[in-house]
């Protein structure tokens, strides 16, 4: 019931479409649904974040989309770039009171954008 | 202001042998995490500290991981002894207090022989 999952494992998007990458959740304790960028040798950053009481973030050219009751929330990368070339993770966080920022990741998705 | 600082960057050692990540968080953050992540794998959470107190070790294996965070700023995760399936990133955070980003540090790099 911890578990994120998160597909696809790795994608392929020509430089100016569209990539798309979903994420599960069963926990419905969850409250706060980040997305990082990793680039390799890096740390992952924080790109986008949502909390449950809104359906749609955007910021951007990256938006995330939100299903409460599917317990689902994917990115959406516009106009994708050849920088945009790294691995993306979903995580969910149990914050509300206790704020502790447990993040629970997915199991990441290597995007590749070609020129 | 500079982010988290981990060292060493990258390790290479022998089975069974000791080695110690170092990691210097944001100055100013309160809650310091390690995170082990392995190969094509999310990062996992080892251990969680509220200053110089570990609020959540309940994936650290006790039996051979240590960590410790002295005056509530840097923090020293060990591994003794170091087995073949330990080779991994460990990766820092850290956040302030009342919340907020989690900052990631760039990782340590484990190679175990």
């Known amino acids: 019931q911890q578990q994120v999952k998160q597909s696809p494992q790795s994608l392929i998007v020509q430089k100016g479409g569209i990539s798309i990458i979903n994420c599960a959740y069963e926990?419905?304790?969850?409250?706060?649904f980040p997305w990082y960028q990793q680039f390799p040798g890096k740390g992952p950053a924080l790109l986008i974040a949502i909390r449950p009481d809104v359906s749609e973030k955007k910021e951007g050219r990256f938006t995330i989309s939100f299903n409460k009751s599917a317990k689902q929330f994917s990115l959406h990368i516009m106009d994708s770039q050849p920088g945009d070339s790294a691995t993306y993770f979903c995580?969910?966080?149990?914050?509300?009171?206790?704020?502790?920022?447990?993040?629970?990741f997915g199991q990441g998705t290597t995007l590749q954008v070609k020129p | 202001e500079a982010g988290v600082v981990q060292s060493p960057r990258y390790k290479i050692i022998e089975k069974k042998q000791p080695v110690a990540f170092w990691c210097n968080p944001i100055s100013g953050h309160n809650t310091l995490y390690w995170y082990l992540q392995n190969l094509g794998q999310g990062p996992e959470l080892l251990i969680r500290?509220?200053?110089?107190?570990?609020?959540?070790d309940s994936q650290l294996p006790k039996d051979r991981f240590s960590a410790e965070r002295l005056k509530g700023v840097d923090s020293t995760l060990k591994i003794q002894p170091a087995e073949l399936g330990d080779s991994a990133v460990y990766l820092c955070?850290?956040?302030?207090?009342?919340?907020?980003?989690?900052?990631f540090g760039e990782g340590s790099r484990l190679t175990v022989l």
């Open positions: 955070a850290s956040r302030r207090g009342d919340g907020g980003e989690l900052f």
């Open positions: 995580a969910a966080s149990i914050d509300g009171s206790s704020n502790t920022g447990k993040l629970i």
């Open positions: 500290y509220e200053n110089e107190e570990a609020v959540d």
């Open positions: 926990n419905t304790a969850f409250d706060y």
